[in-house]
């Protein structure tokens, strides 16, 4: 079986997840949310009441942490000291400060640490800020996806709709183009596009196209790979 190793960074809502999930499906690759990760440490931080600016508290709470990324049937759930968080980390009181944590050096490295050890020799679709750039500086293929402001705040807007959760199509926008910041303007390993990798702006493209293009990088590699 052909494996790969596949990074997919963006900004907010740029539909890295999804799309991430697709591919890794269609490949039989695993998935790993590494958003998934942070939120998980800043739900943590916010129940057990240290400070997000405590970053040797933070990379304690971590060292101490049991956090795991498990499929299921359900899709991905994240487990966190046995206890399944997946809902909890979503909620907009973490989504809204998760990019403080994020920011912390000693709580990169050991997260940087954490997810490349969850690769070893399987094909991996992994999403993310710094994935090309950090975590896999060696991937295979590396994408960044991005799309406007305006129509990220509108599918994350869509989403809660859907969802029954309450939403501000305003203050989303906001709020994407605060975290957004904070992500691209942070010292260590910034929302950047890797110098390898291929952009792919999804403003106007749907989850299926952007599927099918990825998969089309990767065949193209692969077949170029089986003549070299
Ligand atoms: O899905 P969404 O774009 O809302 O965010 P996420 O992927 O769940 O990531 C949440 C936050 O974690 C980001 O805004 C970053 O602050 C941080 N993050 C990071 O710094 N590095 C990563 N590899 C992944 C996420
Ligand atoms: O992971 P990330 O924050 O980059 O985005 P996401 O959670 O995968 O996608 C945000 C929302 O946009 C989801 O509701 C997706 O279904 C939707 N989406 C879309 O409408 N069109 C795309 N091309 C990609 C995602």
Redesign the pocket.
Known sequence: MNTMTIAID???????????KKVAEKLSFIYVDT?AMYRALTWKALKQGISLEDEDGLAQLLSQSDLNLVQSDAGQRVILDQRDVSEEIRTAEVTNQVSIVAKHKNVREEMVQRQQELVKDKGVVM?GRDIGTHVLPDAEVKIF?I?SVEE?AE??H??NLEKGFPSDLKQLKEEIRKRDEIDSNREIAPLVKAEDAIEID?TS???D??VEGILNIVNEKWEKGEQG
């Open positions: 963006g900004p907010a809502a740029a539909g890295k997840s999804t799309v991430a958003g999403d996806m799309a990220r599918r994350r869509k989403e999804t493209m749907n989850i196209e952007v």
